[in-house]
């Protein structure tokens, strides 16, 4: 069963910031895609960042030149570093894992909370 673990949650000020990571395990074939979306409080769930296996990136505009995507395909992982941190980042964040054979996967959550 495909597991997704996150870590690297947590509160900082505006202007800080922060690492997420994502490890994915158990059945894993071939990834084509692992990313980041989050959810705000009211709010839908929107994309954040996602890297293709093939090492192609994209970025949602509001996060464009603060965060910063990568992937370690040896150990299916997938990192956000968060920089200049906002209080509109303040989301869940969610991990997310597209295998063309088996499907989309998605993360429990993890708390990034900005104060200003």
């Known amino acids: 069963q495909v597991q997704l673990v996150e870590s690297g949650g947590g509160l900082v000020q505006a202007g800080g910031s922060l690492r997420l990571s994502c490890a994915a395990s158990g059945g894993i074939f071939t990834i084509n895609a692992m990313g980041w979306y989050r959810q705000a409080p009211e709010k839908q769930r929107e994309l954040v960042a996602m890297m293709t296996t093939g090492g192609s990136s994209s970025y949602s505009n509001s996060v464009k030149g603060r965060f910063t995507i990568s992937r370690d395909n040896a150990k299916n992982t997938v990192y956000l570093q968060m920089n200049s941190l906002k209080p509109e980042d303040t989301a869940v964040y969610y991990c997310?894992?597209?295998?063309?054979?088996?499907?989309?996967?998605w993360g429990q959550g993890t708390q990034v909370t900005v104060s200003s």
């Open positions: 997310y894992l597209l295998m063309a054979s088996r499907g989309a996967y």
